[in-house]
């Protein structure tokens, strides 16, 4: 399984982006995964930005919710995060990550996923 995260760059507080994460041998079609965005910035520890489960459910960082929209593509094997109204402290290496196995719901935490991409760079300006 590989996962490879786009889209990030550098905007002005207020600005959006939309990152994008094609997962590769990864199968959106049965149920019982999940898919997650966490970001790392430099001094701190990987936090969860959201995860959408395989049945729709989504679950956000109080942070974000409002501004961040987590979405999937099954056919185009594609997540997406959609980050609107974006904050110097929403600066952070994002990633995209996905469990394995038959997951009832999402894990809380990182530990829970087992497959990563490389991170794309998220930078906003005051």
């Known amino acids: 399984v590989q996962l490879q995260e786009s889209g990030g760059g550098s905007v002005q507080a207020g600005g959006s982006l939309r990152l994008s994460c094609v997962a590769s041998?990864?199968?959106?079609?049965?149920?019982?995964?999940?898919l997650g965005w966490f970001r790392q910035a430099p001094g701190k520890e990987r936090e969860e930005v959201a995860t959408?489960?395989?049945?729709?459910?989504?679950h956000y960082q109080d942070s974000v919710k409002g501004r961040f929209t987590i979405s999937k593509d099954n056919a185009a094997r594609t997540l997406y995060l959609e980050m609107n109204s974006l904050r110097p402290e929403d600066t952070a290496m994002y990633y995209c990550?996905?469990?394995?196995?038959?997951?009832?719901?999402?894990?809380?935490?990182?530990?829970?996923?087992?497959?990563w991409g490389q991170g794309t760079q998220v930078t906003v300006s005051s």
């Open positions: 959408v489960h395989s049945d729709g459910t989504t």
């Open positions: 041998e990864y199968t959106f079609v049965v149920s019982g995964y999940c």
């Open positions: 990550a996905g469990t394995s196995g038959i997951k009832w719901s999402c894990p809380v935490g990182s530990g829970g996923f087992p497959y």
